[in-house]
C-alpha cells in the first residue's frame, strides 16, 4: 500500500516563508513525476509545480519566483519552499505523485496525499 504524507503547513503572515514536505512510503518500485496541488475554498484544485524524476520543474505561472519545488530520491520526499506568500496562497495543499507499485504492477498511478493546509493572513 503507497501512501503519500504532507507535512509542513500551518498560519503565515504576508510575506513569510514556509516548507512543505511530502514523504512517499509503502511498496514501492518506482516513483515518476511528483507534483503539488492546492485547492482554495470554493475552487477547483490547481497544479502549483510539478518535478520529473531526473529533476525537470514545471511551475504555475502565479507562483513562478516565488515557490521552489525539490526531491530528494532517496527519501521518496518532494518539497516545496514557499516564499513571498500572499493571502491568496492559502489553500490546502497536495501532493501528488506517479509511482509504480512494488511487487507484479508494471503500469503506474497517480497517488494523493490528504493535504495540508496552508493559511495567509495577518
Known amino acids: 500500500q503507497v501512501q503519500l504524507v504532507e507535512s509542513g503547513g500551518g498560519l503565515v503572515q504576508p510575506g513569510g516563508s514556509l516548507r512543505l514536505s511530502c514523504a512517499a512510503s509503502g511498496s514501492i518500485a518506482t516513483i515518476n513525476a511528483m507534483g503539488w496541488y492546492r485547492q482554495a475554498p470554493g475552487k477547483e484544485r490547481d497544479l502549483v509545480a510539478t518535478i520529473t524524476s531526473g529533476g525537470s520543474t514545471n511551475y504555475a505561472d502565479s507562483v513562478k519566483g516565488r515557490f521552489t519545488i525539490s526531491r530528494d530520491n532517496t527519501k521518496n520526499t518532494v518539497y516545496l519552499q514557499m516564499n513571498s506568500l500572499k493571502p491568496e496562497d492559502t489553500a490546502v495543499y497536495y501532493c501528488?505523485?506517479?509511482?509504480?507499485?512494488?511487487?507484479?504492477?508494471?503500469?503506474?498511478?497517480?497517488?494523493w496525499g490528504k493535504g495540508t493546509l496552508v493559511t495567509v493572513s495577518s
Open positions: 501528488n505523485a506517479n509511482i509504480i507499485p512494488g511487487g507484479f504492477y508494471t503500469t503506474s498511478r497517480n497517488y
